[in-house]
């Protein structure tokens, strides 16, 4: 009787024990948990953007991680992106200048980093595109549409009381004018000017050459080498030797993550953000301005 107490007891404990490491699992997920390989030996920092940019906090504080820290000797950055907002896209490529200026980087391209993928991959030291990498895509693309026909249709009518003549410009319940049209261009190629100039300062390259190229349309990592828009055709792994190579490391260098903070329910919220702009990237519905390839974000 005494042992069955005992082994009744053994039971309870270890099941107590799963339930607890698997509380904090789920605490992990739920809340976040930094993930990443940190330490103090040299090697090689790394880190990636994949999908569709949106969003440039988390990438920005891996940056300045890698940045910051001594045995970080060069960066390997990969991207697998077909871009996507501007903001975030000029955030990460303006980190990346400061990464660049202080130690050697050198960007992998995955199966695309097209338009804001390429746009943060120009300051780099060196760039590798696999030779089916499909990149460039130097442009701007802005998307809105007109619902007032589908309104007439089902008889409704929408008014805008606006406090200037220009304050509703993109509205989808009225017809574009051309000063509207005019005023909407001319933001277009402001950014694509500032799309222009960054490529063709961080490619060394005259900005007319640039300009030429920058029609919005994509090419492939072969193209690209001949242009001079990547400097070298090269997998992860040449990327990485590469790498190694730029910071005087003998062998297979030690690769060097930062902490990554993953959370369950910002992972889910992002996933849904980008599915959604992905939809109307794809069904050419609502008003979006960005570095994107065109055809969607996914």
Known sequence: MKKNHIITGIVIAVALLMLFAFSVQVA???????LGVMTSEEGVGYLEVKGPIIDSEETI????ELKKRSNVKAVVFRIDSPGGVVGPSQEIYAEMKKLAAAKKVVVSMG???ASGGYYIAVPATTIYANAGSITGSIGVLMKMSNIEGLLGKVG???FTITSGRFKDVGSP???MTPADRAILQG?????HGQFVKAVAEGRKLPADTVRKLADGR??????ALALHLVDRIGTLQDAIAEAGRLAGIKGEPKLIMPPKKRSLLRDLLVEGVSSVVG???RRDSGFSVNYELNGGAN
């Open 61 to 64: 504080k891996q940056i300045q």
């Open 218 to 223: 994509v090419y492939t990592g072969e193209q």
């Open 173 to 175: 319940l009225r017809k």
């Open 279 to 281: 939809e109307a990237s």
């Open 156 to 158: 409704l009518k929408a």
């Open 111 to 113: 199966s695309i980093a």
């Open 187 to 191: 933001i277009i190629d402001n950014l």
């Open 28 to 34: 992990r997920l739920i809340l976040g948990d930094s």
